[in-house]
């Protein structure tokens, strides 16, 4: 079906349904293009790899998947010697943008074209031509004077500049009013209503894909529940099927049965508390109140199954450490309750004339935008998409579950709201269909020796969207490069798109309706 | 509007009686009233608190978030969260303190009056936790600001918050 991709290519390789496609650079924006606009494909991730262990080079990978198609289309190149630039994509598909400045800033490859080039993920605090994720890098002496408060501002962040008569900037964090996460956000507007926002993120970068490095891929899955906690079982979930596909192992139905259960509770305890949360962006405090109650109900019966409010400690490469399946009374006794209480909640919700007012052509996303900005997750198919990686690249036991990917063409904040209690009801189900049948085999699968330069990509629908890991092992089965792409980098360059013309008292409602992770986006 | 509003106070609809609630363990309430025995005591009835993520995974801030819930409401103690650290009595920092992270929190450090007490909340701000060593963290808050207290836990849970502000409490009387 992509003959004429396969034409240009110099060298394919398949592995499970992912189909690499080496190309010459020459050849990347015409096979991406054809793939983009012919097949529509959605371009799901790129990044970067320093191979040059192997045979001197680095490489760039560019992940399409074509709706109704269980494949992925990976088109790679590789940069040799002393040219290490690529072309950009990110004029013809605007959602390789931000891939592209996070590979220039880590591994100094220089995107030819990108409009714009400025630094994404380092800022002043580390210094010029500092790349972190290529392995000759290490931090020296001198590095260590600049970092930090005294700072040499060498790289001056410049924000872009709205002018006009009326236009003021409102400059707002890192460090923000509520008991949240760190970004700036400079906003231009004119008057009450926003024109234009630009959000500067990356205050918690920790470097997680780097510290990946220095881990053995066991070890590796303690870092990955630990990127974004409110995802720690989905981003736990997807890096260790990223590693078992790498390494062979097919795990247990069990572990598979434990692993789509604790997916769904995930899901479930978010969506029910981000539809509480949008509350606070409305001023309902009893909405929220009942909403925090209901999620707090969830939160304990997580600590009460795994021992752990965030569901960590369960996934382990090759399978799982509990099964959960036997506490299914009291699982069920709390869905029960919870199901009550979350009908009664909505039914309060859609029932106030004030808060649905709020929400209602609130923060509209355009579908056209959302596709062109790859958003995902709930905020894509609260636009008219119908992308789920439940449905897309099934994966675990979600091909015998039934369900449907929930979506409204409407864009707006209230539509978020819909689909997040759509969802919510979806995973009830799910989890109680998941109960009815027993599940064969052992906990885990034993892992036996992960085989040298292998390489494979992990992912899972995580509450926010589709989550995907992308592993490799160098020669001594250790990590040579592990690239995690949570959600939140797909959504955040979407959030200004959203708010442009609303006023500036909607900006928490609209962020909330989006409930994008800053640490997960900032690795 | 409000014919509506008193329908639903007659009806006692929309109101979470204790009953509807998910229970607390008997200790929990027990520390729960200690707690607000020593804030009477100390602070005048009322705690502050600034709460500051330097680079946490934002499990930490959950569970803050966790405490004001109708279920544990650690404002019926007089403690709150507050928007400013000029408003604060304690700070209280999650996150191993990513490098980037690191001057806006030395900045709402220094912005929040004396005495001021730091608390470090969560197992990376003791050492960097599972960041440790990676090149864009500090490896805890201590190498940035000085610290009073820590209450470790991945992420603590709402009731080792409430103990680690109960035992901190016993510590500045002492």
Known sequence: MIEKVLDKAVKTREHLNELYIEISKEHLKKVCMYLYENKDALLRLIFASDEREIDGSFRVYYVFSIPGVDRFFIPLISLKGDDLSFPSITELIP???WYEREIQDMFGLVPEGHPDPRRLLLHEAFPAQSHPLRKDWGISDDDLK??????????????????GEGVYEIPVGPVHAGIIEPGHFRFSAIGETIFFLEPRLFYTHKGTEKHFEGMSFTEGVR????????????????????????????????????????????????????????????????????GAVIKERLMQLNDRITGSRYLRGINIVGGVTQDIFIYAEDILSILDLVTKEYKGLMKLLLGTVSHVERLENTGRLSK??????GVTGVAARASGSNDDIRKAHTHLLYDRLVFEAHSSARGDVFARMMVRAEEAECSISMIEALFESSYQGGLAEEVKEIPQHASALGYSESPRGSLFYWVMSDKNGRPLRVKLRSPSFCNWPAVPFAVHGNIVPDFPLCNKSFNLSYSGCDM | ?????????????????KADLPALSAEEEKKLIDLQKGIDRIFGKSLRIRQVDAGSCNACEWECTALTNPVYDIQRFGIDFVA???????????????????????????????????????DCTIDGGVYKGSYAVTNGVANVIPVDYYIPGCPPSPGDLLSGFLKLLVTITK
């Open chain 1, 368 to 373: 056209d935008i959302a596709m062109k900005m």
């Open chain 1, 146 to 163: 600049e970092w930090g408060e005294g700072l040499a501002r060498k790289e001056k962040n410049e924000f872009m500049k709205v002018e």
């Open chain 1, 223 to 290: 870092l990955a529940e630990r990127v974004s906690g409110t995802s720690s079982f989905s981003h736990s979930s997807a890096y260790c099927m990223a590693v078992e596909r790498m390494a062979g192992i097919e795990i247990p139905e069990k572990a598979k049965a434990v692993r789509t259960l604790l997916l769904e509770m995930e899901r479930l305890y978010n969506h029910i508390g981000d539809i509480g949360n949008m509350c606070a962006g409305t001023g309902l405090a009893v909405g929220y109140s009942r």
């Open chain 1, 95 to 97: 959602s390789a943008h």
């Open chain 2, 1 to 17: 509007m409000i014919k509506e509003i008193f329908k639903n106070l007659a009806a006692g609809k929309n109101v979470i009686s």
């Open chain 2, 84 to 122: 400013s650290p000029r408003h604060a009595d304690l700070i209280l920092v999650t996150g191993p303190v990513s490098r980037q992270m690191e001057l806006a929190l030395k900045k709402t450090y220094l912005a929040t009056p004396e005495p001021r007490i730091v608390v470090a909340c969560g």
